[in-house]
Structures are given as C-alpha cells and as structure tokens.
C-alpha cells in the first residue's frame, strides 16, 4: 500500500512539472529575477532572467542575466580598435596605399560622400561595429549605420554611415577618431532600422534633450524636487539639475556646426547628463553586486511605463565594455521625453523579450558574419551573429519602432 501511495506521489509530482515547470524550474540569480526566452545564435532558445527594475527618474534598467558567459575575447570594439590604431576610417579617397615607387594613391576614388566612408581592420581581432557608433574627425562626425564585423586583413572596406553633423564639410584631418559615443535611441532605431538618412538628423535636430519636464522625483524613496544640484542632502544624492526646454534645445541649434556630439560637450547639459548617468551608474552597481550564479550581459530598458529597447551581448565583458556610453545614450533619451510617474514592471521587461515569430531578413558575409531582422506587432529584432574564429550571436537588440 505504501508503495501505491509513492508511486501515486511521483506521478502527480511529475505532473505538475510537467505542466507547470517553467514557474518550478525557474533560476533564482538574486531578489525578484524571472526567466524570459529569447531567440539566441542560429534562432535556438537562450535562457536569459531578468532582475529587478533599477530605476531613477523616468529611466527604468531591468539587468539580464545569463548563466552561460561565453569567450568573446577573440573580438575587437571599434573605439579599441580606434584608440590602438588597429583601425582606420577615412573620407573616402582618405585612405592612401603606396606604389612600388612610394607614391600614395587613394584606395577609392571620387571624392568624399556623406554616407560611406572607409575602413581598415590593420588588427589580430575581427571588429566589432554597432549602429548608432559615433566617429569624429573627417569632413563631419558620422554614426555606424549597421552592426557588423569586419574580419581580420580584410581588403579596405567601404563603410555605409549616417551624418549627425550639419554645417561642416571640411576638416585639418581626413580620418576619424573614437568618440567613445553612442547615439541615443531615438536616433540609433533610424540608423539601425529604418536606414534613412533623413529621419537620422530630424531625430538627432528635433529631440535634443528636454531636461526638467517633471515636478518632482523620487530618490531613494524621498520627493525631491528639480531645482537642487547634483549632489547629497543628508546622505541622498539629489536629482541633476533642472534645465529649461528651450536652453537644451538651443544647444544644437548654436553650434557652427550642429554637431550631435555638443548634446554631450555643453555644460549645461553634460551636467544633467553626467549626474543622471553617475546615479543611475551607482544604482546599477549596487543592485546587480548581489545577483549570485549569473553574469550580466545586458539590460532592458524602459522610459516611465514604456519598454522601448534592449541591448544583449555575448558576454559580461562584451557589455561592460559597451556599458557606459550605452547607459549615457539611455540617460539622453529619458531627457527627451515627457515625465510621466508610471514605472514598467518585469512583467512589462518579460513580454517585451518574447520570442519574435515575424519574417526573417537575412545579410550575410560568408564565412564572416550573419545579420539577422524580424519584425513584429510594432518591434524589431537584430542579431549579430560571428560566423568565425567561432558560431556565437554577439549582440542582440530589440527595439520598439513608433
């Protein structure tokens, strides 16, 4: 009889695994973290969970942990690569090579173009670009227009670009440097989605950071308004400080060359900018210093109750990397938009990275990399995914498109 009744036991018990063990099986990597599903390299199921909201002001970061934390030291960024002078980008007809007689002659020809430039991977390591990069130097800074990898001794490549500099179109140098910048969302979706040119600079010129919209906002549990400075006030930090719509707006606009990068170098706004950045910064570390099991290898990201966009990469070291001027791109962003008092819950993060089941774009370079697109119900899902030295997707992005 007892022997009945264990069996009786193990079978409901394997029942209900059956039938509910997403919810039993579930990893616990620290308080409140959730598992979510998303498509990972070659479209197979990645196990990702989701931590606990990190929020300050309109800006919610939800952590996405993974317990695997793949090798991705085989791949080269491109402000590394820039910076160490394992690449080069050039205005096109920038780039010289020399004759057997020493003469330097331009790789391409017909003059410089808005939209493409030239790049030299002279590296170990195949290079990895993402959309919405900013470059400096040449006749006007340029973002990348498309994640990709260049491979290594790769023949000089021409480079699709946008411009996110009006009113320059000369320079004392025809390369770039790393700008150590990344687009914020609202530009980065025109370039890595829509590839319009047009729409690029309406965004980067109409949505320039609209700081002070709200009336208070909580810090540490306490209202605080927005007219104190960046700082502490009996052991809490303060909200950055409140700037007018119009001044923010006119940033842009007062620059000989309407570059977007002055959003960042401006005083008035590289404060509330940096001292957003720096909170949320300190937010995050402290939250995710307790997630135990897992590594954190990217983030979903939410303004108000809108979750709007997600970065994941391959590895922790891959998004540490990418991390601060990931998050300064975000912090830019929460400031063009309206203060609403809703905050997105990890309900809200979970559905958002619900598996996509919309038509399969494909481009690929053999042997080198595959970029994937899906769109559905209004959001769009892009893996990079490196063919060699190994098959692993290095970033995947998914992002709401109004």
Same mark, same amino acid.
């Given at each position: 009889?007892?022997?009945?009744?264990?069996?009786?036991?193990?079978?409901?018990?394997?029942?209900?695994?059956?039938?509910?063990?997403?919810?039993?099986?579930?990893?616990?990597?620290?308080?409140?973290?959730?598992?979510?599903?998303?498509?990972?390299?070659?479209?197979?199921?990645?196990?990702?969970?989701?931590?606990?909201?990190?929020?300050?002001?309109?800006?919610?970061?939800?952590?996405?942990?993974?317990?695997?934390?793949?090798?991705?030291?085989?791949?080269?960024?491109?402000?590394?690569?820039?910076?160490?002078?394992?690449?080069?980008?050039?205005?096109?007809?920038?780039?010289?090579?020399?004759?057997?007689?020493?003469?330097?002659?331009?790789?391409?020809?017909?003059?410089?173009?808005?939209?493409?430039?030239?790049? *030299?991977?002279? %590296?170990?390591? /195949? #290079?990895? &670009?993402?959309?919405?990069? +900013?470059?400096? =130097?040449?006749?006007?800074?340029?973002?990348?227009?498309?994640?990709?990898? *260049?491979?290594? %001794?790769?023949? /000089? #490549?021409? &480079?699709?670009?946008?411009? +996110?500099?009006? =009113?320059?179109?000369?320079?004392?140098?025809?390369?770039?440097?790393?700008?150590?910048?990344?687009?914020?969302?609202?530009?980065?979706?025109?370039?890595?989605?829509?590839?319009?040119?047009?729409?690029?600079?309406?965004?980067?010129?109409?949505?320039?950071?609209?700081?002070?919209?709200?009336?208070?906002?909580?810090?540490?549990?306490?209202?605080?308004?927005?007219?104190?400075?960046?700082?502490?006030?009996?052991?809490?930090?303060?909200?950055?400080?409140?700037?007018?719509?119009?001044?923010?707006?006119?940033?842009?606009?007062?620059?000989?060359?309407?570059?977007?990068?002055?959003?960042?170098?401006?005083?008035?706004?590289?404060?509330?900018?940096?001292?957003?950045?720096?909170?949320?910064?300190?937010?995050?570390?402290?939250?995710?210093?307790?997630?135990?099991?897992?590594?954190?290898?990217?983030?979903?990201?939410?303004?108000?109750?809108?979750?709007?966009?997600?970065?994941?990469?391959?590895?922790?070291?891959?998004?540490?990397?990418?991390?601060?001027?990931?998050?300064?791109?975000?912090?830019?962003?929460?400031?063009?938009?309206?203060?609403?008092?809703?905050?997105?819950?990890?309900?809200?993060?979970?559905?958002?990275?619900?598996?996509?089941?919309?038509?399969?774009?494909?481009?690929?370079?053999?042997?080198?990399?595959?970029?994937?697109?899906?769109?559905?119900?209004?959001?769009?899902?892009?893996?990079?995914?490196?063919?060699?030295?190994?098959?692993?997707?290095?970033?995947?992005?998914?992002?709401?498109?109004?």
């Amino acid at each position: 009889m007892r022997t009945k009744v264990k069996g009786a036991v193990a079978i409901a018990f394997a029942a209900i695994l059956i039938l509910g063990g997403t919810t039993l099986l579930k990893p616990i990597w620290g308080p409140q973290i959730d598992v979510a599903a998303a498509p990972g390299g070659g479209g197979s199921a990645e196990p990702w969970a989701i931590g606990a909201p990190i929020t300050y002001q309109d800006l919610t970061v939800f952590p996405v942990i993974s317990s695997q934390n793949a090798d991705t030291g085989d791949f080269e960024t491109l402000d590394e690569a820039l910076s160490s002078g394992d690449a080069v980008i050039s205005e096109l007809g920038g780039y010289m090579r020399r004759t057997r007689d020493g003469e330097p002659v331009p790789i391409y020809t017909g003059g410089s173009q808005v939209n493409q430039l030239v790049l *030299v991977n002279r %590296g170990k390591h /195949p #290079l990895l &670009l993402l959309a919405g990069e +900013v470059v400096s =130097g040449g006749k006007q800074d340029r973002i990348i227009g498309k994640d990709r990898i *260049v491979p290594i %001794g790769s023949a /000089p #490549l021409p &480079l699709d670009v946008f411009c +996110v500099e009006h =009113g320059r179109w000369t320079g004392a140098s025809m390369n770039f440097s790393a700008a150590e910048t990344m687009v914020h969302p609202s530009v980065r979706v025109q370039a890595a989605v829509k590839q319009d040119q047009s729409q690029v600079w309406a965004a980067v010129r109409d949505e320039t950071p609209k700081v002070g919209q709200s009336e208070s906002v909580i810090v540490e549990g306490q209202a605080t308004g927005v007219g104190m400075s960046a700082g502490t006030a009996g052991g809490v930090r303060a909200a950055p400080p409140a700037l007018s719509s119009a001044a923010i707006d006119g940033v842009i606009s007062d620059a000989p060359t309407q570059s977007y990068r002055r959003i960042y170098q401006s005083p008035m706004v590289q404060n509330s900018v940096e001292g957003f950045a720096d909170e949320m910064s300190r937010r995050f570390d402290r939250a995710t210093s307790r997630i135990k099991g897992g590594r954190v290898v990217g983030v979903v990201v939410a303004f108000g109750d809108d979750v709007a966009w997600s970065d994941i990469f391959a590895s922790s070291q891959l998004f540490e990397t990418y991390w601060p001027k990931l998050l300064r791109s975000y912090v830019v962003e929460a400031l063009t938009r309206p203060a609403v008092r809703e905050i997105a819950t990890i309900d809200d993060a979970r559905d958002f990275l619900r598996p996509a089941t919309g038509r399969i774009q494909e481009d690929t370079e053999p042997g080198v990399y595959t970029w994937r697109e899906q769109s559905v119900d209004g959001l769009t899902q892009i893996e990079l995914e490196a063919l060699w030295p190994k098959l692993i997707t290095l970033h995947w992005l998914r992002v709401a498109v109004r």
